[in-house]
């Protein structure tokens, strides 16, 4: 987990090619982190977003999708706020 916070991951895609990211936000929600990542292979590829299960602080911590509507909603709009916020203060 220490990669996100040096903002950049490798993710493996279901037919083991692996891309990188550069990690745009860290975001701490109801409990829960979550990320917005930037392909770098495709910048203007649609940033995703996904949660980080585990411990944040320990390294045992692993990347996954939102499931749930609601939850994604929530966390894409919290983003869409942040993101407006710092280009505000750019």
């Known amino acids: 987990m220490d990669l996100l916070l040096q903002g950049h991951v490798t993710l493996t895609d279901d037919e083991g090619r ?3 990211y550069e ?6 929600m109801d409990g ?3 990320v917005l990542l930037m392909s770098l292979l ?3 590829e649609e940033p995703l977003i996904l949660r980080v ?3 944040v602080e320990d390294d045992d ?7 749930d509507d609601e939850e ?9 706020t ?3 916020e710092w280009d505000d203060l750019s």
């Open 23 to 28: 990690v745009l936000r860290v975001l701490e």
């Open 82 to 84: 942040l993101m407006v």
């Open 61 to 67: 911590a692993s990347l996954c999708g939102i499931e």
């Open 53 to 55: 299960e585990g411990s």
């Open 32 to 34: 829960r982190h979550y």
């Open 18 to 20: 692996d891309e990188d």
């Open 42 to 44: 495709d910048p203007e």
């Open 72 to 80: 994604w909603e929530r966390v894409a709009e919290a983003f869409d």
